[in-house]
């Protein structure tokens, strides 16, 4: 049987914090040597920053190093690091109130994509095996003024540490931390402590705002009533991860759109960046009225968005969800959820292919008796498995890796799975407008397709996506948008196609969502911003006079 020692508190923050600092932190380590010198002065700064974190954590545990505090809250802590440590790890994910926020709205699905052996190996040599010793050692705490002046001693003397170390070498600290802002969000687990309480604030604060209207006096522009009584259907398909670097009808060297390339009037924009890094951000931001810049979580999730306006001046908005919801965009409106259908073709292992979005969609169209805006919500290219989101029959790349351990396949076969999935991406899109096409002459159709973000492949060993957006590479932020518009929807709308053509290469964003739905649907309302519609300059004006720019 197992004796160990009595031990003073103070012994157990230190090595506790030294465990931390050394068993947690592998990214940290490895991007530090990557960003210092190789000579002495490099290795100085290693041991400078390294003194600096293992005082703070110590100065942090010594003042939870109370009876019946301490192990419960180091066990925690231990459990938690190892699995954050192993996503850190395994994708190079940066851990922020962003990256917490997603992982909070996650569903079921997503999260099994995640769990691996490898997984369940971090959490037990570096979560389970330490708790258990430390649940077996003994603390000898003494009585509580001595215990008290212990824990005032040590903290002083990790002050001291800490100020000692950067009065000594203040200019090369200053320049590290100044030119390195991502290192606060590699610290294992400030990050994720900082992060939590990031994420509880804005959830207080949303708790406490009242929900607020937007455009109240928002109506059809009187343009309407020279649509001769036809009915519209507006589709717009939010992808997902859909990087515009690997779309072939972008300029990408392999031909991952071959449908949508042959697809007569599509429009394929060049330039369009997103809002956020990862869906739950992204989603709300690009259906708000706000700005990247000005952008408010706890202020979207208490804010009327785009389909609520769109709703309001008469049009009928359903939400089509094939992945995990709409992120509060879609809570006023119809929802149609098809993700967990059974169908037997589209749908397996409690996913359902994205080809179920289409699903009853000639019916639909059949049946229509008012104008419609129907958002499909797509599974798309979701990592880290992307084989799992496209049939066998579109695996056009090989080979392909199978895993969702990412650094363990070749990079060529992670693009190669992930090319595929923008391949079957193209056959429902390309489904889409033909069945689109295909009623054009009882229903004025368009669609407009936009991912929420990209993704990371590999480039600078980032996987996935949620990479803090002042950080995150431009894979991450340059995505997808297509638009595609019926004969007599140009008409109806008074939409000049051939302008649109030639404005392809502009500049463009999330920003331009919102605005851009209201003047393209002929809503009139005071939150409309001409400056942002995105069609303004390629569309005829009431008076009927060409509004180009």
Known sequence: MLKIKPVRPEWVTLIASAFLLAGFNLVLWQHLF???????????????????????????LTLLAFRRVMKPVLILMFMISAGVAYFMSQYGVLIDTGMLRNFAQTNATEVRDLLSLKLLAYIVLLGVLPSWLLWKT????????????????????????????????YQGLSSLFRNHHELRLMVVPSNYIGASFGYLREQVVSARKPFMKIGEDAQLNASWQAHDGRKSLTVLVVGESARAENFGILGYSRDTTPKLSKEAGLIAYTDVHSCG?????????????????????????????????????????????????????????????????????????????????????????????????????????????????????????????????LNNCSRDSIVNGYDNTLVYTDHVLSTLIDL???????????????????????????????????????????????AWFSDNYQKSFSVDTQCLQQSRDKPLSHDNLFHSMLGLLEVNSKVYDKGLDMFAGCREVADGVLAKK
């Not at 290693?46 to 110590?58: P, T």
């Not at 705490?141 to 990790?158: G, I, M, N, Q, T």
């Not at 992945?323 to 073709?345: A, E, H, W, Y």
Request: glycine fraction near 6%.
């Open 34 to 60: 990557e960003i210092t010198a190789s000579d002495g002065k490099g290795l100085v700064m290693r041991v400078a920053f390294g003194a600096m974190v293992l005082a703070a954590f110590n100065i942090v």
């Open 138 to 169: 003994p603390v000898n705490y003494r009585r509580w003024h001595r215990e008290l002046l212990s824990k005032a001693l040590v903290s002083v003397a990790s002050v001291a540490v800490i100020g000692g170390v950067a009065l000594v070498n």
């Open 277 to 405: 890094t990862e869906t739950a951000v992204s989603v709300p931001c690009m259906f708000s009225d706000m700005n990247r810049k000005d952008y408010d979580a706890s202020k979207a999730k208490n804010e009327e968005g785009l389909l609520d306006v769109l709703k309001r001046a008469g049009l009928d908005v359903i939400w089509r969800d094939n992945q995990s919801g709409c992120k509060g965009t879609c809570d006023r409106v119809t929802l149609d959820d098809v993700s967990n259908l059974k169908d037997p073709v589209l749908c397996a292992d409690s996913e359902c292919r994205d080809e179920i979005l289409l699903q009853g969609l000639q019916h639909f169209i059949d049946n229509l008796n008012k104008d419609t805006v129907l958002v499909l919500h797509q599974m798309g290219s979701h990592g880290p498995e992307y084989f799992k989101r496209y049939p066998k029959e579109f695996e056009r790349f090989t080979p392909v890796c199978e895993s969702n351990a």
């Open 436 to 482: 689109l096409r295909k009623n054009q002459g009882k229903v004025d159709t368009a669609m407009l397709y936009l991912s929420d973000h990209g993704e990371s492949l590999g480039e600078y060993n980032l996987y996935l996506h949620g990479t803090p957006y002042m950080l995150a590479p431009e894979q991450q932020k340059h995505v997808a948008m297509l």
